[in-house]
């Protein structure tokens, strides 16, 4: 049975494969687009004069492209003045926010130190409203056209992206920022997982190493993941999913968090291997926010001496490999990302942890498992975000033929 398309189905794929493919390229010719999709050279032409006259494409001025017969070819882009997106993270005690345009250009970024443990529920979300509204004004024209809001979060989102339902940077549960930043801002707001959301980056950045099946680990203060499976982004049915680091280890072992004992982030989170090092009671209170600088001494420290801080990061390992073994018995070996602060001491956890893999069902295919480190956890969070709100409006709105003239834009605010 031959199952037909209809033409306006078949229109938005296209237009949604050529933005795409100008997305990923950034400034592609006409004909590398052709190689890229598989569209012909008619088609490209037809749509992408349409996506000029609608604004959301332009013709690159000095962005050409040569055939191999010497031809120039004019670049198409993304029009930058299309559109914008808010991207936002909640961190300890650090809320961010990041002003992009519709072709991914920073316009403007605001970032405030406040409490988190300490700041009530409303107080959290009118410090997010008030951020939103400083970055937006100090945007100019650009702040007037924002369509999406993408707020990481460092815990655990609901399903659905409205609410941050736990974290152990406040001691609030189920802060539904979405529907307040919405409210506040006519705007599509999402919630994500921070960890979740460098997954995404990692993939747009390198799609040829983080493609169908891959894991992103990060190491800071806390441990998470983000997890890609068949070309999609885990997720639960409730939350975020994902929750790597509270996967128990040893079975009412050491002060976590998030008030379990055991967990995998009580061994590996940065105030566990600080705990460690430090020779601390093992159910001890935690420093809840140790400097970058000072975990980067306590590393070089290791290097140096076998004591307390090399034992510190091979307990650190082993906890990592034992995680990761056994999720590798449901899964399969895939290629993993270390990420944050403590990727730069991955020299230090990194045989432990193989030695701890092969110690379970999924360490029986260890030569397939590869590790890359990416210290720059932030820039990942806000490229993810990025990406899943500039992605949606490209999918959602302009593929589906709404130009910036009828597409919703939000409020202009002064």
């Known amino acids: 049975m031959t199952v037909g398309i209809r033409h306006d189905d078949l229109r938005r794929r296209n237009r949604a494969m050529i933005i795409s493919a100008i997305r ?20 490209i032409s037809a749509i992408s004069a349409d996506l000029i006259e609608e604004g959301i494409l332009t013709e690159v001025k000095g962005g050409t492209a040569v055939t191999k017969r010497g031809r120039p070819q004019v670049a198409l882009g993304l029009n930058p003045e299309t559109s914008s997106v808010v991207t936002m993270l909640l961190a300890l005690n650090t809320l961010s926010a990041t002003l992009l345009d519709y072709a991914g250009n920073i316009v403007a970024a605001e970032q405030c130190r406040l409490s988190t443990m300490t700041l009530g529920r409303d107080e959290l979300i009118a410090e997010a409203i008030r951020i939103v509204s400083r970055l937006v004004s100090r945007g100019g024209a650009a702040g007037s056209r924002v369509m999406r809001i993408s707020f990481a979060v460092q815990g655990v989102a609901d399903s659905g992206g409205a609410a941050m339902l736990w ?104 105030y566990a291997i600080w705990r460690n090092a430090h020779r601390l009671p093992d159910r001890d209170s935690f420093i809840a926010d140790i400097e970058d600088r000072d975990m980067l001494a306590l590393a070089e420290k290791a290097r140096t001496h076998d004591g307390p801080e090399r034992t510190a990061y091979a307990q650190a390992g082993e906890a990592i490999g034992i995680g990761l073994g056994s999720l590798f018995a449901l899964i399969d070996p895939a290629p993993v990302a270390m990420v944050g602060i403590g990727a730069r001491a991955f020299d230090l956890i ?33 490229e993810g975000c990025a990406m899943r709100a500039l992605t949606f409006l490209d999918q959602e709105v302009f593929a589906a033929g709404n130009p910036p003239s009828m597409a919703a834009r939000g409020k202009a605010y002064a």
């Open 350 to 382: 990194e045989g432990p942890m193989r030695a701890a893999i092969t110690r379970t069902v999924g360490g029986q295919y260890e030569e397939a498992i590869s590790f890359a480190t990416e210290p720059d956890q932030l820039s990942l969070i806000r």
């Open 24 to 43: 990923r390229a950034r400034q592609p010719s006409r004909t590398e687009i052709a190689g890229t999709t598989g569209l012909s050279p008619s088609t």
């Open 167 to 270: 974290s152990p940077i406040t001691p609030h549960r189920n802060i539904r920022f979405g529907d307040a930043l919405e409210k506040a801002f006519d705007l599509p707001v999402t919630v994500e997982n921070d960890c979740n959301m460098t997954a995404v980056a990692l993939r747009w950045r390198d799609p040829g190493r983080y493609r169908d099946n891959f894991v992103s680990v990060l190491l800071s203060n806390g441990i998470g993941m983000g997890l890609f499976l068949n070309g999609e982004l885990f997720t639960g049915t409730r939350s975020s999913g994902g929750e790597f680091g509270h996967m128990i280890h040893i079975p009412d072992g050491d002060l976590c968090r998030c008030g379990r004992l055991g967990c995998i982030e009580a061994y590996a989170g940065n």
